[in-house]
Nanobody, 118 residues
Framework: QVQLVESGGGLVQAGGSLRLSCAASGRTASSYAMGWFRQTPGKEREFVARIGWSAISIYYTGSVKGRFTISRDTAKNTVSLQMNSLKPEDTAVYYC???????????WGQGTQVTVSS
């Protein structure tokens, strides 16, 4: 079992920055690829970024490339998402997730709200 707890959300003006963190606990947490997703009311959850267990393979959705950076600290079992040049369309609840098999995200955090004002 893996528990994920996000933190770092908040309200920021357009062009500003926020850093989200996800603390993972559980015996096998460090062996999973980790990802960030986001969701707005009435829309499906959207993939944002993924980082492999070794932190070598990293992927981003197109709309955040060049603005967001995902990283992980395996020793501390944390995954972070540095978000720069934020836009109002980045407003969403952001979720941390663990990929238990390829394409299967089996563990989720409770989410943290990010609001970007124009």
């Amino acid at each position: 079992q893996v528990q994920l707890v996000e933190s770092g959300g908040g309200l920021v003006q357009a062009g500003g920055s926020l850093r989200l963190s996800c603390a993972a606990s559980g015996r096998t947490a460090s062996s999973y690829a980790m990802g960030w997703f986001r969701q707005t009311p009435g829309k499906e959850r959207e993939f944002v970024a993924r980082i492999g267990w070794s932190a070598i393979s990293i992927y981003y959705t197109g709309s955040v490339k060049g603005r967001f950076t995902i990283s992980r600290d395996t020793a501390k079992n944390t995954v972070s998402l540095q978000m720069n040049s934020l836009k109002p369309e980045d407003t969403a609840v952001y979720y941390c997730a663990a990929e238990i098999k390829a394409g299967q995200w089996g563990y989720w955090g409770q989410g943290t709200q990010v609001t970007v004002s124009s």
